[in-house]
């Protein structure tokens, strides 16, 4: 590809990349080829950057592996807010670059963690986490509860044919697991303790602090679940489920599977208005910032 400088009217690309390679150039572009160049390259599967002119040599590398064969487009979000900000001339100014429906209100004060606003989810594939025990078979889930308020969904395991397989959802400062077929079990949330789901050959395992809830699994229901670790649908759903109206909201300050924590930025997908890096500690009434 060739372009013509003059003609250039904004300043940014994006595009996905789909690769097996651990190794290579992506992009490579110039004015001079000895004194002002730009590569982008993968260096052992990660993203490097290369810039090479006359005010800087810089060589960068960073991010997640990119060559396992998936599609990722190369444009990161930052969680952040911004304030009291001054653009270049704003006489100059036209036109705001982004639609306003789609910045988000800061709150007033914040904390680290990942907050979920009501309706919103992030999905995550079985096959991309850490993998039960096999001998017992045995898998966990622990999650920071901050806060939490409203009725809705909080975690599920299943398909996003079937995506409630197993389920936790919040109900009246309770949290209540559901198998599908099977009687429920709830527990009194405490908010600041984690929270822990165990999952057995048999039975699951709802625990908080010094507080227990036992439900066995009908062999029907244990069959289908274990099943969701071995098909490529197999998905771990966080807040609303796919066609559910929820008024769920909460705070995570942390998430782990088998111990391991995990990052939302390596979610197989997300709602655009979660958090990913803060939590309001207030109302969530909006400031002068953007999000």
């Given amino acids: 590809?060739?372009?013509?400088?003059?003609?250039?009217?904004?300043?940014?690309?994006?595009?996905?990349?789909?690769?097996?390679?651990?190794?290579?150039?992506?992009?490579?572009?110039?004015?001079?080829?000895?004194?002002?160049?730009?590569?982008?390259?993968?260096?052992?599967?990660?993203?490097?950057?290369?810039?090479?002119?006359?005010?800087?040599?810089?060589?960068?590398?960073?991010?997640?592996?990119?060559?396992?064969?998936?599609?990722h487009q190369l444009v990161p979000a930052l969680d952040g807010c911004l304030r009291r900000g001054t653009w270049l001339d704003p006489q100059a100014q036209t036109s705001g670059s982004v639609p306003m429906r789609s910045l988000k209100s800061c709150a007033l004060q914040s904390q680290p963690g990942t907050f979920f606003p009501p309706g919103t989810r992030a999905e995550f594939n079985l096959q991309d986490i850490p993998q039960p025990h096999v001998e017992p078979w045995a898998f966990s889930l622990d999650l920071g509860l901050q806060q939490a308020a409203g009725s809705g969904h909080l975690l599920a395991l299943g398909t996003p044919e079937n995506p409630s397989q197993l389920s936790l959802h919040l109900q009246d400062q309770k949290v209540v697991v559901s198998s599908g077929t099977g009687p429920d079990l709830d527990l009194p949330l405490v908010l600041g303790l984690p929270l822990q789901l165990k999952l057995a050959a048999s039975r699951v395992v709802l625990n908080q602090g010094s507080k227990k809830e036992i439900l066995a699994l009908p062999a029907l229901d244990l069959a289908s679940l274990l099943k969701l670790w071995v098909q490529p649908q197999g998905r771990l759903f966080l807040g609303a489920l796919p066609g559910e109206t929820s008024s769920a909201s909460f705070c995570l300050n942390g998430l782990w599977a088998q111990g391991q924590k995990l990052d939302m930025d390596r979610a197989l997908s997300r709602s655009e208005d979660i958090w990913t890096h803060s939590c309001p500690q207030g109302p969530n009434n909006g400031t002068d910032t953007t999000h």
């Fill in 1 to 71: 590809m060739t372009f013509d400088f003059t003609k250039i009217r904004k300043s940014f690309s994006s595009f996905e990349l789909q690769t097996w390679d651990p190794e290579g150039v992506i992009f490579y572009g110039d004015t001079n080829p000895k004194d002002d160049w730009f590569v982008l390259a993968l260096r052992d599967g990660r993203s490097e950057i290369q810039l090479h002119n006359q005010l800087a040599q810089v060589t960068v590398s960073a991010g997640p592996r990119l060559d396992d064969g998936r599609w």
